[in-house]
């Protein structure tokens, strides 16, 4: 098994398509074709299902891509570790983050890192933090942030900051005040996430101390979206303040405070506990933390106690 037939075959895994793969890692298509019979041959099984122009990830295939995404990830961290101790700043780093934070946080962080780091490799994926927790534990992120707590003992967590939930309405519907009760939340049509997102759980868990159910009639994935659909009258939502504040400037949207209780939750960053981060991670981790301050402490409310790293419980 050689590592360019590991990435003949990711290739071809990512784009479902043996041309496009070619196309992307340089080879004609019927190189690559070969490589990735010799490497099926070798594990003697098919990776892939041939549906035409399309391929599929067989059994066999899904189980070696977790592998040779794996395999893939620690030679790079390999090489990047040996490049640093040769005083080179050079090399990849991969970050999952929260969409709503990628809104606000990440714009000015990415300016930052890549003024100090011009020569490093930077990929930013907004994800759910489900998908991050996951994708930290199987070793294809260097560094999360995403909603604390988490419920992995094998990641280190450090919180960043604590995000308030607001309710975001249309802005001809009306509503008693620019303040509302969490109770009063069940006598409205609400856009929420679907029920396996965190930030869901976090909004279900916050109504249930309120005491109320809340009458979810429309799901949707993306903030944006969702933001979209209540501007259109498809109901009311709930998002995390500092989100919200920055994607209405000029919205026909209107924000209404929470309270009894407010609801929030904590963000922060993440990393595996048993590996040795790079010293580009440690430094994207500290801009994030300067750029966090530099957007005001009314908009983090970042306390000192809250910077320091803790074991995920």
């Given at each position: 098994m050689?590592?360019?037939q590991l990435r003949y075959f990711l290739a071809v895994a990512e784009r479902r398509n043996f041309t496009r793969a070619a196309e992307a890692v340089h080879v004609s298509q019927p190189s690559l074709s070969?490589?990735?019979?010799?490497?099926?041959?070798?594990?003697g099984s098919p990776l892939f299902d041939r549906l035409g122009r399309q391929v599929a990830l067989t059994e066999a295939g899904q189980i070696v891509r977790d592998h040779a995404e794996r395999v893939l990830r620690e030679l790079e961290q390999a090489a990047q570790a040996v490049q640093e101790l040769k005083g080179a700043e050079r090399g990849r780093l991969m970050v999952g983050t929260l969409s709503t934070v990628n809104l606000y946080l990440v714009p000015p962080l990415v300016c930052r890192f890549k003024q100090q780091f011009p020569k490093v490799h930077l990929q930013v994926q907004a994800r759910p933090s489900s998908e991050i927790v996951e994708d930290l534990l199987?070793?294809?992120?260097?560094?999360?942030?995403?909603?604390?707590?988490?419920?992995?003992?094998?990641?280190?967590?450090?919180?960043?900051?604590?995000e308030t939930l607001v309710l975001v309405a249309p802005a001809g519907v009306r509503l008693p005040s620019r303040r509302m009760r969490m109770r009063e939340l069940a006598?409205?049509?609400?856009?929420?996430m679907p029920a396996d997102y965190c930030l869901r759980k976090m909004i279900e868990a916050e109504c249930v101390e309120a005491g109320v159910r809340p009458q979810v009639s429309v799901e949707m994935t993306s903030p944006e979206g969702i933001l979209e659909a209540v501007k259109q009258g498809a109901g009311l939502t709930?998002?995390?303040?500092?989100?919200?504040?920055?994607?209405?400037?000029?919205?026909?949207?209107?924000?209404?405070?929470?309270?009894?209780?407010?609801p929030r939750h904590s963000v922060g960053l993440a990393y595996l506990a048993n590996r040795s981060l790079s010293l580009v991670?440690?430094?994207?981790?500290r801009l994030c933390r300067a750029t966090l301050g530099e957007l005001g402490d009314a908009a983090?409310?970042?306390?000192?106690?809250?910077?320091?790293?803790?074991?995920?419980?």
């Open positions: 050689e590592l360019r070969v490589q990735i019979a010799a490497l099926e041959e070798e594990l199987a070793n294809r992120l260097d560094v999360g942030i995403c909603l604390l707590p988490v419920s992995s003992d094998r990641l280190v967590t450090t919180r960043l900051f604590d006598r409205l049509p609400l856009v929420l709930i998002l995390p303040e500092l989100y919200v504040r920055h994607r209405l400037r000029g919205e026909a949207l209107r924000v209404v405070e929470l309270y009894d209780p407010v991670a440690h430094e994207f981790m983090t409310g970042v306390p000192a106690a809250g910077r320091r790293a803790h074991r995920a419980g």
